[in-house]
């Protein structure tokens, strides 16, 4: 089942102006992954943040993390024409998995839209 | 980073027959890898999880019978499809952490590219 919610779906912006992308889950989590999916592909990791972090950086990309609210946001400064993919959120909510981390559950998804 | 591969990259089959992926890790171990399927303009969906010679386990719904899952390897897990029917046209995907990063809760999830199956 999915873990939670992203908002908005659907997000269409110009070159240059900045995406958010809001994504909210349900259980304790021990990390928080962002991921970008062209129409068709496989997945790109984008960036992980930790469960004790509040906010991480990556290049144009900007991540925060409110455990308190069970939310996550994912900024894209700049925007160009070929960061048009959806993007998804995932959440690991393992505890003392025998077999490890990772069993992810994503989030709907925000299909991005940047026109030139 | 480390890799995963899938294998193949798409398929199409007649309804009745049964289809195999491949998801190999090419250059780590992983006991344990993920099996996520994905329809169309929709998120991915867990189905399974694959544990290196022991039996998989299925979330709630997936039918085990159906979706075949073996894991002879530290680095290859197969998903067989077994009588396939249209709607189980999707794309299949699956992720592996390697064995010592696998261990943390921080450790980085890698994908394969997928596999897109259709179903005739």
């Known amino acids: 089942s999915q873990q939670g919610e992203e908002d908005p779906q659907a997000l269409s912006i110009q070159e240059g102006e900045n995406a958010t992308m809001n994504c909210s889950y349900k259980?304790?989590?021990?990390?928080l992954q962002w991921y970008r999916q062209n129409s068709g592909r496989g997945l790109v990791h984008l960036i992980l943040?930790?469960?004790?972090?509040r906010e991480k950086h990556s290049g144009r990309l900007r991540v925060t993390l409110d455990t308190s609210k069970k939310s996550s946001s994912l900024l894209i400064t700049a925007s160009r024409a070929a960061d048009t993919a959806s993007y998804f959120c995932?959440?690991?909510?393992?505890?003392?998995?025998?077999?490890?981390?990772?069993?992810?559950?994503f989030g709907a998804g925000t299909r991005l839209a940047v026109h030139p | 980073g480390a890799v995963v591969s899938q294998h193949p990259s798409w398929v199409i089959c007649k309804s009745g027959t049964s289809v195999k992926i491949e998801c190999r890790s090419l250059?780590?171990?992983?006991?344990?890898m993920f099996w996520y399927r994905q329809f169309p303009k929709q998120s991915l969906m867990l189905m399974a999880t694959?544990?290196?010679?022991?039996?998989?386990?299925?979330e709630q719904g997936v039918e085990k019978d159906k979706f075949l899952i073996n894991h002879a390897s530290l680095t290859l897990s197969t998903l067989t499809v077994t009588s396939a029917h249209p709607e189980d046209s999707s794309f299949y995907i699956c992720?592996?952490?390697?064995?010592?990063?696998?261990?943390?809760?921080?450790?980085?999830?890698?994908f394969g590219q997928g596999t897109r199956l259709t179903v005739v």
């Open positions: 250059d780590f171990q992983a006991t344990t």
């Open positions: 259980t304790s989590i021990n990390n």
């Open positions: 995932a959440t690991d909510p393992s505890k003392g998995f025998s077999g490890g981390y990772n069993k992810l559950i």
């Open positions: 943040i930790r469960s004790n972090e």
């Open positions: 992720s592996a952490s390697p064995l010592f990063g696998g261990s943390s809760p921080y450790a980085e999830a890698f």
């Open positions: 694959s544990n290196e010679g022991s039996k998989a386990t299925y």
